[in-house]
């Protein structure tokens, strides 16, 4: 069975400095891997996907992830945080059967200090 | 593009009334939708997956008979909370996936909190 661990459950970082948020997956396969960003009381949003190819994905806001196979992690990267990125972070891995569901982690909260 | 609303946004119910949940694909059609729970500070849980026009596929532990899910329409699933208790009080997120896009992407719903009394 697929499983993420998120081993980070919160971090703070001050505005401007960089961000990485650790995703490690176990799957099968290849892994469709996500990250969603979830604001308090609000839906999930979608930061950026890997399916196949270059192994570095850009995203929305700034972010990044970087695919390696060799350490089963993709973590989430940011050079410069901004106070309205704190939120709750979560990685999830994509089941590639054809119910497509997600597995999430356990989640990150991201606290930004000014 | 790939919008999914929910409706509505929170709902306050008795003990013992059903409730619905609306989750609806606002510029996409949606083969699959998926219904997650979320207690607080904690991740989602996958419930149920709905597929148009058959019955949905609940994952284990989750009670179908509770939890009745309907997908008439290619961009519409309900989930209608029967019989409800203060235990079912939590987040309850939808959501979509593009079948003309990249099947493998989910887009969520806004969620709905629920709380029973």
């Known amino acids: 069975a697929q499983s993420v661990t998120q081993p980070d459950i919160h971090i703070t970082v001050s505005e401007g400095a960089s961000l990485e948020l650790r995703c490690n997956y176990s799957y099968g396969a290849t892994p469709y891997l996500f990250w969603y960003v979830q604001s308090p009381g609000q839906g999930l949003q979608l930061l950026l996907k890997y399916f196949s190819g270059d192994t570095l994905v850009q995203g929305i806001k700034g972010f990044e992830a970087e695919f390696k196979r060799s350490q089963s992690s993709f973590n989430l990267r940011k050079p410069s945080v901004h106070w309205s990125d704190a939120a709750e972070y979560f990685c999830?891995?994509?089941?590639?059967?054809?119910?497509?569901?997600?597995?999430f982690g356990t989640g990150t909260r991201l606290q930004v200090t000014l | 593009g790939a919008v999914v609303s929910q409706h509505p946004s929170r709902v306050i119910c008795k003990s013992g009334t059903s409730v619905k949940i609306e989750c609806r694909s606002l510029d996409f059609q949606a083969t699959t939708m998926f219904w997650y729970r979320q207690f607080p500070k904690q991740s989602l849980m996958l419930m149920a997956t709905?597929?148009?026009?058959?019955?949905?596929?609940?994952e284990q532990g989750v009670e179908k008979d509770k939890f009745l899910i309907n997908h008439a329409s290619l961009t519409l699933s309900t989930l209608t909370v029967t019989s409800a208790h203060p235990e079912d009080s939590s987040f309850y997120i939808c959501s979509a996936r593009d079948r003309q896009g990249t099947r493998e992407t989910q887009y969520f719903g806004p969620g709905t909190r629920l709380l029973v009394l």
């Open positions: 709905s597929n148009e026009g058959s019955k949905a596929t609940y």
């Open positions: 999830a891995v994509g089941d590639t059967g054809t119910a497509s569901k997600l597995t």
